[in-house]
């Protein structure tokens, strides 16, 4: 380790690597610092990709250059930053992958890098390893200076508990004998976990089915499916819907039902979108969706940005959960069922507490070892309970043999103790006299003993039914745990009589326990007795024998329980960061991603959750008028590197309509081409979405884009002043050129072309393409001549065959509502199915 300047250089090259920190290891310090180190690398983000390959590429170099903004950041508070005295460094044996142990004493300056929240050490942070504690940057470029940039691999137990042990891999060889010349010190610049995981995100290429659906590369086979999934979510809506649906106005059920109706889709994938402002129901919406899929028994994965927002969605649904429980059963919600669920993450950054610890991983864990351990576990539980209803009368005797030796002992003991003053030796005596020993009776002994015995078996039961996920066991199984607790109390009342007699118990008893008295002359009250043993003892052999065949964990450890509980969990709740370290779990496959405030996380970011194995269907819920995902670098903002996925779907989500009936026109004045059928398709569809908005009391606002000045010029012309003087019902008409920048809730597309050799002009340009298509936040339009827009050999090919693709095309001769008014005007019903089931939470009710 040298304390000269680097002189490496990173290159676009190094994206191919697989370890980012291998990426940032090869900057110097003076790279980090350089604001414009990746200024010239880092390209606009596209808007539409060619390949999977492109659309994961576009983001490595941004991705770069936001870790070296956050680097940097670090650079610039170094005085200020955590830092830590070396109180031990050794080389590992591996000298080729510069791992060291470095041991460190106490943290100072801890919150100054995080705000309120103290520092401490996780694998990812990046640090300084240094022979001085630089007060700048520049301190560290000292000649002499020794320094290097070391990453925490692991935190490993220091049994002493004096400092922390860390292993670290760093950025140059580190020369350990010359090091310990000079005191060391270690200060922390960033954690880069999250940029590391997105950059396996980028890397990995596993399950891309929902990726493609996203970028439309792998149309496949068009099916419609829509009415058998409708069909049979309505079976569904029967089981749960009447109590759950209850309290949702009409375009939330419709959100429910449609997300809900890709539950039975197998063939095609799918992303939902569900967006609505603040206060419109989203949160409830989602949390009845997840309940849903979760009594569906659907393994879905939850994510959200933020530790914040994946507590609150987890909160709300086993809040549902739980009323659910208690309304169904009558019974306390100490044994609801939540092995099912489970909530991933950091104890402290979650802000775990006893709303949600219940189905938190730790928590699991913990009751889980107690439900499988040696002397507390089921196995225990159920041979002990068994032996005592089999053999209670040996018991009873072994234990008064026990107790007879132990007084025998005491006795002798006191009169070995008698050496004492006569004070002493009085005292002695009095307490020998006074603590004559006295049996205790059979009944007695059965009844405590039999309580002990219980209680542990029903605290197990319990545990079992809240912490065990419901694949394991069976509904035979969970009739039987239920009935076992009611027959253990009932037989507890019995025994807990007053008129019954110790003797007569203990004959009962000498009985065996599947013997048939029922012919005896056993008083009453002893022949029920007896029965509730039995059936005690039945039922509960029945429960040993099943749960000895169930793939219950063989060890106790905390690793060997955790994989059991992320193996067949129907719900999971973690951050989309978190979700990272479900790529290497051994599990069940999951079907369905939800993603809580999906507006606020970048699109790169969703691509790890989304790449999880067996994901067919993603729902994004969120509000892109909220605040995006924080980016630091503002050359990577500027790229578009915040951008979230939930927008990219709701740009996308377009419909064509095909008008192969109207002609071309060209005016004597600028000679710019003009569609007359194509303007009376946009004036029936203004007239049916002013229908639509009465009465709404919502702000709606509309542009009509077309490429062309004639046909802009035609539109306003036939629009007059119609909607002016309507505060809340706005119509736009522009040129491309005039909308660029702009944005309206609803964009309608009039391509104006119409011919036979696929003319199309400027309109081939995909710098206008995008402009026009990215100019809705809501919902877009596209009104065309279907052959002469393919035959043009452009975008506009790809564009079509999207539309059909997700059932999106619309002829209007073969509509009968369309056809009447001879245009693609859509009506309410048809804006529903264009939107593709995205919730627009009573935009228009």
């Known amino acids: 380790?040298?304390?000269?300047?680097?002189?490496?250089?990173?290159?676009?090259?190094?994206?191919?690597?697989?370890?980012?920190?291998?990426?940032?290891?090869?900057?110097?310090?003076?790279?980090?610092?350089?604001?414009?180190?990746?200024?010239?690398?880092?390209?606009?983000?596209?808007?539409?990709?060619?390949?999977?390959?492109?659309?994961?590429?576009?983001?490595?170099?941004?991705?770069?250059?936001?870790?070296?903004?956050?680097?940097?950041?670090?650079?610039?508070?170094?005085?200020?930053?955590?830092?830590?005295?070396?109180?031990?460094?050794?080389?590992?044996?591996?000298?080729?992958?510069?791992?060291?142990?470095?041991?460190?004493?106490?943290?100072?300056?801890?919150?100054?890098?995080?705000?309120?929240?103290?520092?401490?050490?996780?694998?990812?942070?990046?640090?300084?390893?240094?022979?001085?504690?630089?007060?700048?940057?520049?301190?560290?470029?000292?000649?002499?200076?020794?320094?290097?940039?070391?990453?925490?691999?692991?935190?490993?137990?220091?049994?002493?508990?004096?400092?922390?042990?860390?292993?670290?891999?760093?950025?140059?060889?580190?020369?350990?004998?010359?090091?310990?010349?000079?005191s060391l010190f270690l200060i922390f610049l960033a954690n880069v976990t999250p940029n590391k995981r997105i950059w396996h995100s980028l890397h990995m290429s596993k399950n891309l089915k929902i990726i493609k659906e996203v970028l439309c590369t792998d149309p496949g086979v068009e099916q419609n499916c829509e009415l058998g999934c409708m069909q049979r979510v309505g079976i569904q809506k029967e089981k749960f819907g009447p109590r759950l649906l209850s309290g949702l106005n009409d375009s939330q059920v419709k959100a429910v039902s449609a997300c809900l109706s890709k539950m039975h889709c197998d063939h095609k994938c799918s992303v939902e979108l569900i967006w609505g402002p603040p206060g419109t129901g989203k949160t409830k919406t989602v949390s009845i969706i997840l309940f849903n899929l979760l009594k569906m028994k659907c393994r879905t994965l939850v994510c959200a940005p933020t530790n914040v927002a994946i507590t609150e969605v987890a909160y709300r649904v086993l809040k549902l959960v739980k009323e659910s429980f208690e309304a169904d059963s009558g019974r306390d919600t100490m044994s609801c069922p939540l092995g099912d669920i489970l909530l991933l993450g950091n104890k402290e950054r979650l802000k775990v507490g006893g709303e949600i610890e219940e189905i938190y991983m730790d928590y699991h864990v913990k009751m889980l070892r107690e439900c499988f351990g040696r002397f507390t576990g089921w196995k225990h539980q159920f041979a002990s309970m068994s032996a005592f209803l089999e053999d209670c009368v040996s018991q009873y005797h072994r234990f008064l043999e026990n107790e007879l030796k132990k007084n025998k002992k005491k006795k002798k003991k006191k009169k070995v103790?008698?050496?004492?003053?006569?004070?002493?030796?009085?005292?002695?005596?009095?307490?020998?006299?006074?603590?004559?020993?006295?049996?205790?009776?059979?009944?007695?002994?059965?009844?405590?003993?039999?309580?002990?015995?219980?209680?542990?078996?029903?605290?197990?039961?319990?545990?079992?039914?809240?912490?065990?996920?419901?694949?394991?066991?069976?509904?035979?199984?969970?009739?039987?745990?239920?009935?076992?607790?009611?027959?253990?109390?009932?037989?507890?009342?019995?025994?807990?009589?007053?008129?019954?007699?110790?003797?007569?118990?203990?004959?009962?008893?000498?009985?065996?326990?599947i013997e048939d008295l029922s012919q005896s002359i056993m008083d009453e009250k002893y022949q029920k007795l007896h029965k509730k043993r039995s059936e005690c003892h039945s039922v509960l052999n029945v429960l040993q024998n099943s749960f000895h065949e169930l793939d219950f964990p063989r060890s106790v450890s905390r690793r060997s329980l955790e994989k059991f509980c992320l193996k067949k969990a129907s719900l999971i709740f973690c951050t989309a960061s978190g979700s990272y370290k479900l790529h290497s779990a051994k599990m069940e496959p999951f079907k369905f991603l939800v993603i809580d405030e999906a507006a606020q996380l970048k699109e790169c970011e969703s691509a790890i959750p989304l790449q999880l194995p067996g994901i067919q269907h993603a729902i994004l819920i969120g509000d892109e008028s909220q605040l995006p995902?924080?980016?630091?670098?503002?050359?990577?903002?500027?790229?578009?590197?915040?951008?979230?996925?939930?927008?990219?779907?709701?740009?996308?989500?377009?419909?064509?309509?095909?008008?192969?009936?109207?002609?071309?026109?060209?005016?004597?004045?600028?000679?710019?081409?003009?569609?007359?059928?194509e303007v009376s398709v946009v004036m029936n569809i203004l007239q049916n979405l002013y229908k639509a908005w009465?009465?709404?009391?919502?702000?709606?606002?509309i542009g009509v884009v077309s490429p062309y000045s004639g046909q802009v010029v035609a539109i306003q012309r036939k629009l007059g002043h119609k909607y002016e003087n309507r505060d809340s019902f706005s119509v736009k008409v522009k040129s491309?050129?005039?909308?660029?920048?702009?944005?309206?809730?609803?964009?309608?597309?009039?391509?104006?072309?119409?011919?036979?050799?696929?003319?199309?002009?400027?309109?081939?340009?995909?710098?206008?393409?995008?402009?026009?298509?990215?100019?809705?936040?809501?919902?877009?339009?596209?009104?065309?001549?279907?052959?002469?827009?393919?035959?043009?050999?452009?975008?506009?090919?790809?564009?079509?065959?999207?539309?059909?693709?997700?059932?999106?095309?619309?002829?209007?001769?073969?509509?009968?509502?369309?056809?009447?008014?001879?245009?693609?005007?859509?009506?309410?019903?048809?804006?529903?199915?264009?939107?593709?089931?995205?919730l627009l939470m009573n935009f228009y009710l």
């Open 694 to 701: 009465i009465g709404s009391k919502k702000k709606l606002s």
């Open 736 to 838: 491309v050129d005039g909308f660029q920048g702009g944005e309206e809730d609803i964009i309608i597309i009039s391509t104006v072309r119409s011919n036979n050799d696929g003319s199309i002009g400027f309109l081939s340009k995909p710098q206008r393409v995008n402009v026009a298509l990215t100019r809705a936040r809501h919902c877009l339009w596209i009104l065309g001549n279907e052959r002469t827009l393919t035959r043009s050999n452009s975008v506009w090919g790809t564009l079509i065959g999207d539309a059909k693709y997700r059932q999106c095309f619309f002829n209007a001769e073969e509509d009968k509502d369309l056809r009447r008014s001879i245009v693609a005007a859509t009506s309410y019903v048809e804006y529903s199915k264009v939107r593709e089931n995205v």
């Open 629 to 677: 995902a924080m980016v630091k670098s503002n050359v990577s903002d500027k790229a578009g590197f915040g951008r979230s996925l939930f927008e990219r779907s709701n740009v996308w989500s377009y419909s064509f309509i095909n008008i192969s009936g109207g002609k071309e026109e060209y005016d004597n004045v600028s000679h710019s081409p003009r569609n007359t059928v």
């Open 1 to 182: 380790m040298k304390g000269r300047r680097s002189t490496k250089k990173t290159s676009v090259a190094a994206a191919d690597d697989n370890c980012l920190i291998d990426a940032v290891f090869s900057w110097s310090l003076e790279d980090i610092l350089n604001d414009n180190f990746f200024k010239d690398k880092v390209g606009k983000i596209p808007e539409s990709f060619g390949s999977v390959g492109q659309y994961f590429g576009s983001y490595v170099i941004p991705l770069l250059e936001e870790t070296r903004t956050e680097l940097c950041s670090g650079m610039e508070t170094i005085s200020r930053a955590p830092i830590a005295n070396v109180v031990a460094l050794k080389s590992r044996k591996s000298s080729k992958t510069k791992l060291y142990d470095v041991m460190v004493d106490n943290w100072q300056n801890t919150s100054s890098n995080r705000g309120k929240e103290a520092y401490k050490t996780f694998p990812g942070d990046i640090l300084i390893l240094a022979d001085t504690k630089p007060e700048t940057t520049s301190d560290l470029l000292w000649m002499g200076r020794m320094w290097t940039f070391v990453s925490i691999i692991s935190i490993q137990k220091n049994k002493s508990e004096i400092g922390t042990m860390l292993k670290v891999k760093a950025s140059k060889d580190i020369q350990v004998d010359d090091m310990w010349k000079k």
């Open 417 to 513: 103790k008698g050496n004492g003053n006569e004070a002493e030796k009085k005292e002695s005596m009095n307490k020998t006299d006074g603590s004559k020993w006295k049996n205790k009776s059979f009944l007695e002994f059965v009844r405590e003993r039999f309580k002990c015995s219980a209680t542990a078996l029903k605290k197990c039961l319990s545990v079992c039914l809240s912490h065990i996920p419901g694949n394991y066991i069976s509904g035979n199984n969970l009739r039987n745990m239920i009935s076992l607790g009611s027959l253990l109390a009932s037989f507890e009342a019995l025994l807990l009589q007053d008129n019954v007699n110790s003797e007569e118990v203990e004959e009962l008893f000498s009985h065996s326990v």
